[in-house]
Every structure is written in C-alpha cells, then in structure tokens.
C-alpha cells in the first residue's frame, strides 16, 4: 500500500487526532482512495481546506492515490500531498451569501440576524432536512458536525471553528466578508423589519415600552415589534466590531 506524506496547514492542526498535530502526517492509502478520502479520513473536513498539492502540483480532490503514485513502493520515497486552509474571503456561489445553520448554533444564528445577514435556522431540524434545505436555497451550511460537512448531498459547508458565539462570529465574518445591513432583520424567524409608527404597534407594547419609545420597526414575517431598548449599547457594539471584521476582510477582496 502506497503512502502519503500529508502537509496540513496549521490552522487546521486541531482537527488532527492529538498525537498527529504536528502538521505532517503519514496516511497509509489504498490505490483506490481519492486524496480528499484521506484528507478527510484525518479528520479534515474538505470544505475547509483550499486546492490540494501533490509534490508541489496542483490535483483535484478526486484524483485517485493509485494514479498519482505509480510504482511507489512501500520504501520508496512518499508523495508529498499538502493541504492548504481555505483562502478567505471565500466566495460563495450566491452572493450575498445566504447561510443556514446547524441547530446548535442559535446563538450565533440570532447575531448573523441582527447584522443583517441572511440566516435560516430551526430549533430542531434533522441532518437530512439541513443538507436539503441548504440544497434547496442554495445556503451554506454552519456547523461543528464534521460528519454532516461530509455529506456529498451538501452543496456548501463550512465548519464553525470556535466554542463561543462571540468567536464563531469573528471567524463566519472573516471567513466570508458577508455585506452588512444591521437592524434590518429579524431575530427570531430572519424576516425583513420595516418601519412602523407608533400608532401601529403600540395595543402590543408594554406600558413602560409605550411611554419611552418613539421608533420601531416591524417585521413583516412574524410581526414581532422591534425597538432601541436596553439591550441597546451591547448590540451596538457587536455591530461595530463586525463591521470592523468585515472590512479588514472586504479590503483584501477589492470590492
Ligand atoms: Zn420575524
């Protein structure tokens, strides 16, 4: 059996078993396997590594080990097969992006909303529905499930890398450079808010929310009324600090 002297890129190292995250690693593979098997039997997922290098050429993720290491034998010397991140901003084949997210992640799913950012989620949603919802409305989906990225129905994945929804937020912004349009969407279903007066919210208001506030905003899928409430001067600052993310990254896209 042939093997392969694999480069992982270090920001991919913590997806090794432990022993291995040195970056090189030796994968055993059957003349059969494509190189994205192994890529992924090291537990890379490949949605999140960019184009495949073999002795320094390029070669899709398709390409069989059999094909590209003819006549190596077990002593002889290892391909060399290196394996990138994903460049970033990364396109996406809709833009804006629209995401869908695993559903774990409504944390994360609620500030792609207050940014502005096309997201669909669900409490509770099957694997399959998510790989089929993401079919269906051409989403790139969220998650932490390696296993789910996996699945050759998935158009568009992308591993959500961190634990906290302050840091997965960073990384999903970085990672794509999404455009913003904060306050203009819905936090509970992700519909689009208009504007509404006074007048037309206040018989769903609380007394106190009544008398203090004079600007809302309506959204036109669930209805829920929107106002600069307390929460106010958090969500501000969340906002701010993507917009900061966001344009460090749209800088190196050249939009
Ligand atoms: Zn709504």
């Known amino acids: 059996m ?23 690693v030796t994968a ?11 890529v992924q039997s090291l537990g890379v997922p490949l949605t999140e590594v960019g184009q495949l290098r073999l002795d320094g050429r390029a070669v899709p993720p398709q390409t069989l080990v059999g094909d590209v290491t003819p006549g190596r034998r077990d002593s ?6 290196q394996v990138p991140d994903r ?16 559903v774990h992640l409504g944390s994360l799913a609620r500030r792609l909303r207050l940014l502005g950012v096309d997201t669909g989620y669900r409490t509770e949603a099957a694997d399959a529905d998510l790989v089929r919802w993401a079919a269906t409305e051409s989403r790139v989906l969220l998650t932490r499930d390696r296993g789910l990225l996996a699945r050759t129905a998935l158009p568009e994945g992308a591993l959500v890398r961190h634990d906290s929804p302050e840091d997965q937020l960073v990384d999903v912004l970085d990672r794509f450079a999404p455009p913003l349009a904060p306050w203009t969407r819905c936090g509970r279903c992700n519909g689009l808010l208009a504007p509404a007066s006074h007048a037309d919210v206040a018989a769903r208001l609380e007394p106190g929310t009544r008398r203090s506030y004079q600007q809302f905003a309506r959204c036109r899928g669930c209805g829920a009324v929107y106002w600069r409430g307390a929460h106010r001067r958090r969500l501000e600052a969340v906002v701010r600090r993507a917009e900061q993310v966001v344009a460090a990254r749209q800088g190196g896209r050249g939009r």
């Open 87 to 102: 460049p970033r901003p990364q396109p996406t084949s809709v833009w804006p992006p629209r995401f869908l997210l695993d």
């Open 28 to 38: 055993p593979a059957a003349p059969t396997d494509t190189l994205g098997h192994v």
């Open 2 to 24: 042939p093997t392969l002297s694999v480069q992982v890129a270090a920001e991919l190292w913590f997806l090794l078993p432990r022993p291995r995250r040195t970056g090189e």
């Open 76 to 81: 002889g010397p290892e391909a060399v097969l």
